[in-house]
Structures are given as structure tokens and as C-alpha cells.
């Protein structure tokens, strides 16, 4: 019983106990009952799986509320809200790596459901990580501040720019080291052959998957941190807000496209977040007021899909390749681009 009541970073053992046994029990359901068999996941489920899932991270708010204050779920809503945003740009990312890897969409789902224990694993190491640092030195915030404007500018200018798998250090050593097998087989990620194992591209793909949420996570924590510093909210609203996320993928993959303006809204997000910290000691705030963090976190989000939605992009023009006839000397056929010159009004 005292093991129980004892405290680990801030919180007591049983509000951790609690909070992994809810998310372990969901992922096990969802992977051992509603996909023991692996299927395409329509609109529908999707939709259906990811309202289930971020329906459980709201109502997690009223557990935070009830066990540590009101102060306290307005920061668990904004870290939420924040992180989930964050994501999204992942969600584009992951449809890349996918796409790249070839693989099905009746597999996708289990990778991505995998994928869950390595953010529980890791985001719970870099989390306490962070919790220690900065309990130990408090003017580390301003330097995590500084690093998100500095990012949320840097993505600002640099929105164009597409992921590139084949340049992921991590899936090219496996490639070195790895045995691999030239095709997928099944659902597996591992094959026996023989007397040895041999690592599927599903394994590839869950592991390019796992690196670049390790890469997003060194965003997203920093902006979360920023919001508060108290590890059990940080924590639970990363899990919760991953959960729904990766749910809501087979949806978001069809309509990324559609979201044009939505990364630079994340970028102003990135910037938002780190200048919180500087305005409050500007105007001597105790902290920047939490509910005022939460509407102009979702202001800036749903401004920019809606941007999206209303405001048409010019799209570039692509070149035309235009076959011409084999040289008279050579025999050799050749081609020549064409840039495509927009037609004037």
C-alpha cells in the first residue's frame, strides 16, 4: 500500500499505474479484438476509432480536474491540443514512409498500433529526461523556448520541403546490417528461413515510423514543456493525443493535400508556444494564463484549416516532355522538358 502512495516525478505510483493500465488495455483491445485480422481500415472506422480515442483523452481532462485542479486540466487540454496539432505534420510523414516501403493499407494499422509502445517507451525516457533537467535548472525553459521559435520560424520558410526516406540514416544501417527479405510476408516482421530470422519491410517501416516520431518528439516536448513542467500532465497528454492521431491517419493520409496552409499554422503554433514564456516575464506573469494558451493555440489551427479549405493554392506548373524524332546520324532517340508557362488572363 505504501508502494502505492509513494511518489515517482511528482505524482503517485497508482495515478501512473492507472493512466499505463487504461492505454495498455486499449491498445490490446484494439490490436487483439477490433484488428486481430488484418483489413483495410475504411473512412468510417477510422472516424469512428479516432472519436472513441479522443472522446477517452477529453474525458481524461475531468480525471485530471478532479485529482489536481482545474489550473492544471487547462494545461492537460492545451499540452493535448498542442501535441496533437504537432502530430499532424507526422501524419504526412508517415503516409511518405508508407508509400515509399510499399506498404498495403490492410498492414498500415499494425504498424502504426506497434508503433504506440515505442512513443510510450521513449516519450516516457525523453519526458523524464526533460523532468529532471529542468527541476535541476530551471533556466533550461528558455533555452527549450528559444529552440521552439527558432524552429516554428525555421518551418516557416521551409514548408515546401518533402521527407525523404531514403536519407533516413537509421533504415539505410538496417538495410547494411539487417537480414532482409525482398518481399513483405503478410502482417509478420519476422521470417524464419532456415536455421536464422529474417526482418520483413514491415520491420523497416516500423522502425523509420518509430525514428521519426523520435525526431517530431524533439518539437513537440520542448512546446509542452513550455505549457508546464509537471511530468504526469506532459506525459499523459502526449500518449492520448498520439493515440487519437494514429486512428485518424487513414483519414488525414486521403485529405493531407487538402490542408495546403496547415504547416505554416503549426509554424506560428511552434513560435506561439516558445514566445509564452518571454511574455510573461515581459508583463511579470506568475505563468501565461492557460485557458488564453488553449484558444489561441486552436485560433491559429483552425485558421489555417480553414485557410486551406476556402483559399485555392496555385499549383506549379509541370514541364511537358515532348518525345522527338531519333537523330538522323546517331539513330538515337532523345526527349526534351518543356517548362509549362502559365497562360496569361
Known sequence: MNLLLSEVMGEAVWMWGVF??????LLAFDLGVLHRRPHEIGTRESLLLSAFYISLGLLFSLWIWLMLGAREAAMYLTGFVVEKSLSLDNVFVIAVIFSFFAIPKQYQHRVLIYGILGVIVLRGLMIGAGTAIVSRFEWVLYLFAAFLVFTGVKMLFNCEREYDVAANPVQRMLRKWLPLTASLHGDRFFVRSGSRFLATPLLLALVTVEFTDLIFAVDSIPAIFSITTDPYIVYTS????????RALYFVLAVMMDRFTYLKYALSLVLVFIGSKIF????FDWEKFPPSLSLAITLLLICGGMLISLFVPRASTPQPTVIDLPPHPTTGISICRTVPKVPRRS
Open 20 to 25: 499505463l493500465t487504461l492505454v495498455l488495455a
Open 279 to 282: 511574455v510573461a516575464d515581459l
Open 238 to 245: 502526449n500518449i492520448f493525443a498520439i493515440l487519437g492521431l
